[in-house]
């Protein structure tokens, strides 16, 4: 069965500090990549997707993520991150043409 | 503003009863899934529907029913309502089933 592995739970990170969250998925055909973000009280929105083309896909508010084809992995960047940026985020992977599995997400807290 | 419409925004009901959830999809989209998200058990799938048909099928309780009508427009069907069931409950919709997702607003459901 398809699924998709989110490492990190819970992530606390200091203002300014990098972070990078885990992301891999178990589909041995084609896949659509993506990253949800959930700022409190609000709804998922997409931070970024992968679809074809190059593997380093750049995002809003300064996230990345890079898709690893041998690793089965889509791993979410940012260098320097904000107190704004506390949120929960999902990684999400779409296949087959009608399906898209998401992560369990992983909450991250920004300490100012 | 996703495109994607639930209502209501709240609901409030008491344990024994039943409760419609609706979701209108983006204009366009042809896949509909549900979600319901709380604090203990995060963001957990439900069902999924493309073009009227059911696609997939989450942790969704056998109290609970959806379907997609002609119009796309969905219904999530929850009886026999718990405490438990006190959750936001999200409607996201896409293209095709493996594409960017929209989601809406959620209605948060609190079972008294």
């Known amino acids: 069965a398809q699924s998709v592995s989110q490492h990190n739970h819970h992530v606390i990170l200091s203002e300014a500090a990098s972070l990078e969250l885990g992301c891999n998925y178990s589909?041995?055909?084609?896949?659509?990549l993506f990253w949800y973000v959930q700022y409190p009280g609000q709804h998922l929105q997409l931070l970024l997707k992968?679809?074809?083309?190059?593997?380093l896909v750049k995002g809003i508010k300064g996230f990345e993520a890079e898709f690893i084809k041998s690793k089965f992995s889509f791993n979410l960047r940012k260098p320097s991150v904000q107190w704004s940026d506390t949120a929960e985020y999902f990684c999400?992977?779409?296949?087959?043409?009608?399906?898209?599995?998401f992560g369990a997400g992983t909450r991250l807290f920004v300490k100012a | 503003d996703s495109g994607v419409t639930q209502t209501p925004k709240h609901l409030i009901t008491a344990t024994g009863q039943r409760v419609t959830l609706r979701c209108s999809p983006r204009s366009g989209d042809l896949s509909v899934y549900w979600y319901q998200q709380s604090l203990d058990q995060g963001l957990q799938f439900l069902i999924q529907?493309?073009?009227?048909?059911?696609?997939a099928k989450g942790n969704i309780l056998e109290r609970f029913s959806a379907q997609q009508f002609p119009d796309l427009h969905s219904e999530l069907n929850l009886s026999s309502l718990e405490l438990g069931d006190s959750a936001l409950y999200f409607c996201?919709?896409?293209?095709?089933?493996?594409?960017?997702?929209?989601f809406g607003q959620g209605t948060r459901l609190t079972v008294v």
């Open positions: 589909y041995g055909g084609t896949v659509n």
């Open positions: 996201a919709s896409s293209e095709t089933g493996d594409t960017e997702a929209f």
């Open positions: 529907y493309y073009n009227g048909e059911e696609r």
């Open positions: 992968y679809f074809s083309g190059d593997p």
């Open positions: 999400a992977v779409g296949s087959g043409g009608f399906k898209t599995i």
